[in-house]
């Protein structure tokens, strides 16, 4: 839970829409990311959660919603 | 300080004689994407029957490329060169409008296209081309346009209207400026160079694509979005060895590749589109250790490229966009045209061969760009002692955001109009990575208003490329006497 609230925080910071993002939400759509802004929003949630994500992991094709973005930390501990 | 070389001292080779000779030359090399794949000589039989094809038809002879694949849009400007036909390239990865506005503007009489259901075209009554059918699927008849004879194309470039602006490039602007490009750009047949950006761009036809050709290097096109990862997929897949792009792009992909441990085996790399950073330097150099690293500076004005950083100074001079290429003469003048001295902040201007004959039926904003012979870059650039130019800030209001050209005026004749909005400024602020992030500043009379919901306007109205990155809600926005908008200073990389 503390995670998904440090991804939405994140979110909220670089999202030009400054909305606090639902898991429906689409990350391009509903939130204004871009396949380079998805890649920013990734590296800066890695440096946040002091992890380190496969690069596989850095496609943004892979995200459509912020779920799929909190299902994918999940793999990070 | 001027550096003047081979003023007006243009070739006039027919471009299509030029490329056809080195396509034969390399019969072998080859041009492909994910779905396509052709060898040089293949391409010359396939230009061959496409351009006789085209010409069968009296569709006209100003004619637009609309087509989802790079690939089909090479071919079909190949064959228009081949026809005598002037092209006017367009994109649909910035949106529909904007391809309209394009199509509103030049009034193609044709276009080919590989995807005919494109919602774009519906609207049109024009001649439709199907370039991987090689017949036309509708058939209008229209008189000729009067153009000059070897008008190659028509590259189109934002205007701070909202009405683009059409750049008339010649083949002899392209040869020459493709004959420059040659006797700099160190690829040779044995490379493979990934082009991941429309040819809709002046940067990518010239000093991406022909260029290749003339060097007959294996060409691969990446179609879609710009994703970073996938992008180092298709280099490592298919031995890239030459890449060009922004320094916006170049940073994702350094980053990327810095995590390998196994570098790519990228031997040439040419930056251009917007200001280096030294973040962005200093990445690519850790990412990239023993590539020739180009930057490279142009306007599709010229088109487009005015000047090289030769590859062995890049270290040391990381900022500066080089020296004028071989018959491009460059100077720094200051409002009243005088030259300026080393290190003093000018306009740079440039006079060359490759540059346009001016802006299809503009002849205001052509007289502004082009005088005595000199095109005014809109550049704010100083040359140091050895010759070296610098890129600082911008003449006028323009932002440069991941080499995208974005006039805040275009931004803000849209928002102002929306119900809720009274007023907006768009400005450029730095930014290391981007070059310039954009800014929006709204004032509104509706307070109920979110920046979703602003954001949904953008998203709804303007392209893709042009919208903010971030909003801010203000009381007013200030102005001078005469009540036009104060602008903030542009601040630019060095």
């Not at chain 2, 080919?112 to 494109?118: A, E, G, M, R």
């Not at chain 2, 790519?264 to 973040?279: F, W």
């Not at chain 2, 307070?447 to 602003?454: C, N, T, Y």
Request: proline residues 5%; aromatic residues 8%.
């Amino acid at each position: 839970m503390e995670k998904e609230e440090k991804i939405n925080g994140i979110i909220s910071k670089l999202s030009f829409a400054g909305k606090s993002p639902l898991p429906d939400d689409e990350l391009s759509s509903d939130l204004g990311f871009d396949s380079l802004s998805m890649v920013e929003l990734l590296i800066v949630i890695e440096e946040s959660l002091n992890i380190l994500i496969e690069v596989s992991d850095l496609d943004p094709a892979r995200l459509t919603t912020v779920q799929d973005l909190y299902d994918l930390m999940q793999k990070y501990e | 300080m001027i550096l003047c070389k081979n003023m007006n001292k243009g070739k006039t080779k027919v471009l299509w004689e030029l490329l056809e000779s080195r396509l034969l030359q390399y019969p072998d090399s080859t041009i492909s994407d994910e779905i396509n794949y052709m060898t040089y000589l293949e391409i010359v039989r396939e230009v061959d029957r496409i351009s006789k094809s085209i010409s069968s038809g009296q569709s006209g002879t100003v004619i637009g490329i609309l087509c989802n694949s790079e690939f089909n849009t090479a071919i079909a400007l190949m064959s228009l060169l081949k026809a005598k036909k002037t092209a006017v390239l367009l994109s649909s990865r910035y949106g529909e409008n904007h391809c309209r506005k394009i199509i509103d503007f030049i009034k193609p009489s044709c276009i080919i296209t590989d995807c005919p259901d494109n919602s774009i075209l519906v609207n049109y009554d024009l001649s439709i081309y199907l370039v991987n059918q090689c017949r036309y699927l509708k058939l209008e008849q229209y008189p000729a346009h009067d153009m000059p004879k070897d008008l190659a194309a028509i590259m189109c470039t934002s205007g701070t209207t909202g009405t683009p602006k059409g750049a008339m490039i010649t083949e002899s602007n392209l040869v020459n400026n493709l004959l420059d490009i040659e006797q700099y750009f160190n690829i040779k047949q044995a490379d493979s160079i990934l082009i991941a950006r429309p040819l809709y761009h002046a940067a990518v036809m010239t000093g991406e694509f022909l260029i290749s050709i003339l060097k007959g290097v294996d060409i691969r096109f990446y179609n879609g979005e710009f994703n970073p990862v996938r992008v180092i997929e298709v280099m490592q897949k298919y031995a890239i060895t030459v890449f060009c792009a922004t320094p916006t792009l170049i940073y994702h992909i350094s980053r990327i590749v810095l995590r390998f441990s196994n570098p790519l085996p990228i031997r040439v790399i040419a930056v251009s589109g917007e200001c280096m950073t030294g973040i962005v330097a200093e990445l690519t150099r850790k990412a990239f250790p023993s590539a020739a690293i180009y930057s490279v500076y142009g306007l599709t004005e010229a088109s487009p490229r005015v000047s090289y950083l030769p590859p062995e100074l890049f270290d040391d001079h990381p900022l500066s966009i080089g020296y004028p290429l071989q018959s491009v003469s460059a100077k720094i003048v200051d409002d009243d045209g005088n030259t300026l001295a080393p290190y003093k902040d000018g306009e740079l201007i440039v006079a060359a061969p490759s540059v346009m004959l001016g802006y299809y039926q503009n002849a205001v904003a052509t007289s502004q760009a082009i005088r005595n012979g000199w095109l005014h870059t809109g550049d704010i650039a100083y040359m140091d002692d050895d010759g070296l130019i610098y890129i600082k800030s911008r003449k006028d209001a323009m932002v440069i955001r991941a080499g995208m050209n974005i006039y805040p005026q275009e931004i803000e004749n849209v928002l102002k109009i929306e119900s809720g909005i009274t007023d907006a400024l768009v400005y450029g602020l730095k930014d290391e990575i981007v070059g310039q992030k954009i800014m929006l500043k709204l004032v509104v009379n509706n307070p109920a208003i979110s920046k979703q919901e602003v954001y949904e306007i953008c998203r709804q109205k303007l392209p893709s490329y042009q919208i903010p990155d971030s909003v801010e809600f203000v009381n007013y926005l200030e102005k001078n006497g005469s009540g036009k908008l104060v602008r903030p200073k542009y601040v630019g990389a060095n």
